[in-house]
C-alpha cells in the first residue's frame, strides 16, 4: 500500500479564499482574534494594510470564505463577553456597583 502524504489528505487553503471578518486598529488585538478563531478550529491569518490606502482600517483578520459565519459569531461573542466583564468592572471602579444585588434578603 503506497503512503500517501500529509499534504494530499488536508485540503489547501489558498490566500485568495481567504476573505476578510473584520479589521482592527493594533496588532495585538489582531493576534487575539486569530488566536480565538484557530481554537474554535477556524483557520485564520493576519493581513496588515497600508492605513492610507486602506482609509485607515488598518489591519484586517482573514477567514476562507466557507467559515466566513462562523468567524463573526465567534468575533461577536468574544466582543459581548468582553463588553459584559469591562461593564461590570467599570461600574466596580466607579463605586456604583451594586453589591446589594448579589445578596439575599430574609
Given at each position: 500500500m503506497a503512503k500517501r502524504?500529509?499534504?494530499?489528505?488536508?485540503p489547501e487553503t489558498k490566500l485568495q479564499d481567504f476573505v476578510v471578518v473584520t479589521f482592527v486598529e493594533d496588532l495585538e488585538q489582531a493576534r487575539e482574534y486569530e488566536t480565538l478563531l484557530k481554537t474554535n478550529d477556524i483557520p485564520a491569518m493576519i493581513s496588515e494594510h497600508d492605513k492610507q490606502s486602506m482609509e485607515g482600517k488598518g489591519i484586517a483578520i482573514m477567514v476562507p470564505e466557507d467559515h466566513l459565519d462562523e468567524a463573526h459569531v465567534v468575533i461577536e461573542s468574544q466582543d459581548a463577553y468582553d463588553d459584559f466583564y469591562d461593564f461590570a468592572l467599570d461600574q466596580?471602579?466607579?463605586?456604583?456597583?451594586d453589591s446589594d444585588l448579589f445578596e439575599d434578603e430574609f
Open positions: 502524504s500529509k499534504k494530499a489528505q488536508k466596580e471602579d466607579d463605586g456604583e456597583f
